[in-house]
């Protein structure tokens, strides 16, 4: 994976629901975001999160690629998370889908470690400790309650459309 970094600034959300069901520590859950808070590459394994990791894992093979790259976890994070997670909240009770799908998202308004973003599905209150210096009128993307990164205005722009239809 060439980007760890970006891999875990998406996947570590879903990691409370892994530390609920025992599949990780809490500890381990600690440990990656507070490397992504100090800016620090995370050593941790992505295997740690094995059905996004596996579905990355295929997208690079279809797209012939011989390792994750950004465009492949962007290109599941951003489009195909969605569907894997609403599939997944009919069988599974601890899948909130609206909290779960990844978002664009407007920031509103700085507040310290926390942000008012809008998002397709509304206004959100989102911690933004992970991604320095943000602020109002910046596009980020947003997964549960965390921003994972900064977009671009196009990239909010396509998002915001596929994800408000």
Do not use: Q
């Not at 975001?33 to 995370?42: A, D, I, Y």
């Not at 920031?107 to 210096?133: D, M, Q, W």
Request: charged share 35%; net charge negative; hydrophobic share 35%.
């Amino acid at each position: 994976m060439k980007n760890k970094r970006l891999f875990f600034s998406y996947a570590h959300p879903c990691g409370d629901v892994l530390v609920r069901r025992g599949s990780m520590s809490e500890e381990t859950l600690d440990r990656i975001r507070k490397r992504l808070m100090g800016g620090e590459e995370v050593d941790a394994d992505p295997k740690l999160f094995k059905v996004a990791y596996a579905l990355l894992s295929m997208i690079a093979e279809k797209e012939g690629k011989r390792e994750i790259d950004d465009e492949v976890i962007h290109k599941y994070y951003w489009k195909e998370h969605d569907e894997h997670v609403m599939n997944e909240a009919k069988i599974k009770e601890d899948i909130i889908p609206e909290m779960c799908r990844v978002f664009p998202g407007r920031v509103l308004e700085v507040r310290g470690k926390e942000a008012i973003v809008e998002t397709p599905v509304g206004k959100r209150s989102i911690n933004i400790e992970f991604i320095p210096n943000v602020h109002t009128g910046e596009c980020v993307a947003v997964h549960y309650f965390y921003a994972c990164e900064r977009i671009s205005e196009d990239v909010f722009n396509k998002l915001w459309g596929e994800k408000n239809g």
